[in-house]
């Protein structure tokens, strides 16, 4: 069974800074594109950074220069390092892997984690 697993999350005043984790695991045959989006209540899911196997990334202008996104193809993880948060960041915040399985016959999936709640008070 493939799955996202994340970590990380919690509650930190403005201006702190919170590392997100998300480790892919079951019968994964190579991964893709890998994110983190984010829903605030009322709001609609947002693509927050994205990177691709070759460490190709792209940001929400909102978090550029504050997140970095990076990940390990061997582990099959990606990070979300978030620094200088503001209250507005506040979110539960969602891994993302677009791959193919390693089953026959071989499968393309697009997988979600389980959200992890990011509250940062001002």
């Known amino acids: 069974q493939l799955q996202l697993v994340e970590s990380g999350g919690g509650l930190v005043q403005a201006g702190g800074s919170l590392r997100l984790s998300c480790a892919a695991s079951?019968?994964?045959?190579?991964?893709?594109?890998m994110g983190w989006y984010r829903q605030a209540p009322g709001e609609q899911r947002e693509l927050v950074a994205a990177?691709?196997?070759?460490?190709?990334?792209n940001y929400a202008d909102s978090v550029k220069g504050r997140f970095t996104i990076s990940r390990d193809n061997a582990k099959n993880t990606v990070w979300l390092q978030m620094n200088s948060l503001k209250p507005e960041d506040t979110a539960v915040y969602y891994c993302?892997?677009?791959?193919?399985?390693?089953?026959?016959?071989?499968?393309?999936?697009?997988?979600w984690g389980q959200g992890t709640q990011v509250t940062v008070s001002s």
């Open positions: 993302n892997a677009d791959g193919v399985t390693a089953t026959t016959p071989l499968r393309f999936f697009r997988a």
């Open positions: 079951g019968s994964i045959f190579s991964i893709n594109a």
């Open positions: 990177i691709a196997p070759g460490g190709t990334t």
